[in-house]
């Protein structure tokens, strides 16, 4: 998923699109594994496993293991 108008928590941390990261849509909802991922500009997160019914326009989270990273706000699915 596209994610737009994100902030990190940190922006001078680098983030290693390798390592293995979590996503959360709902709050409280349970965190999905995946990688983030970024194309000029634009950072994606892309899920290890399909998730079902994500919106655009909701908020999403990603953490590395317990530690906020930072977050967005959705937009549809985009083929890298």
């Known amino acids: 998923i596209k994610i737009h108008k994100i902030?990190?928590?940190n922006p001078k941390e680098k983030i290693n699109p390798k390592i293995s990261l979590?996503?959360?849509i709902r709050h409280l909802g349970e965190k999905h594994p995946g990688k983030i991922a970024k194309k000029g500009n634009q950072y994606f997160f892309i899920?290890?496993?399909?998730?079902?019914?994500?919106?655009e326009g909701q908020s999403i989270v990603i953490y590395?293991?317990?530690i906020v990273l930072g977050g967005g706000e959705i937009r549809y699915n985009i083929n890298l």
């Open 7 to 9: 902030h990190f928590i």
């Open 22 to 24: 979590s996503a959360r």
């Open 47 to 55: 899920f290890k496993k399909p998730v079902k019914a994500i919106a």
């Open 64 to 66: 590395n293991k317990e």
